[in-house]
Nanobody, 115 residues
Framework: QVQLVESGGGLVQAGGSLRLSCAAS????????MGWYRQTPGKRREFIAR???????LHDNSYKGRFTISRDNAKNTVYLQMNSLKPDDTAVYSC?????????WGQGTGVTVSS
């Protein structure tokens, strides 16, 4: 079992930056990759970025240049650096982890970008 806890969300003005964190606990050694997603009411969850246990990254083209995923293996934590935020980035951001064929989700952290 893997447990995920996101943090770092909040209110930010347009053009600002936030760094989200996703801390993993439990059987972290079995995690193959972790990713960030976001969702707004009435819309499907959107993929943002993923990072493997080897450090390879994949970013959705929609966020390239503004959002960057990274990890700190010593802290079992994955980050999402978000720059040049826009009001349209307002959403609940969640991380997930894929481990032994199962997918685990955190509870999400809310981000509100004011204009």
């Amino acid at each position: 079992q893997v447990q995920l806890v996101e943090s770092g969300g909040g209110l930010v003005q347009a053009g600002g930056s936030l760094r989200l964190s996703c801390a993993a606990s439990g059987t972290v050694f079995s995690i193959n990759s972790m990713g960030w997603y976001r969702q707004t009411p009435g819309k499907r969850r959107e993929f943002i970025a993923r990072i493997t246990d080897g450090g390879s990254t994949l970013h959705d083209n929609s966020y390239k240049g503004r959002f960057t995923i990274s990890r700190d293996n010593a802290k079992n934590t994955v980050y999402l650096q978000m720059n040049s935020l826009k009001p349209d980035d307002t959403a609940v951001y969640s991380c997930n982890a894929i481990s032994r064929g199962s997918t685990y989700w955190g509870q999400g952290t809310g981000v509100t970008v004011s204009s």
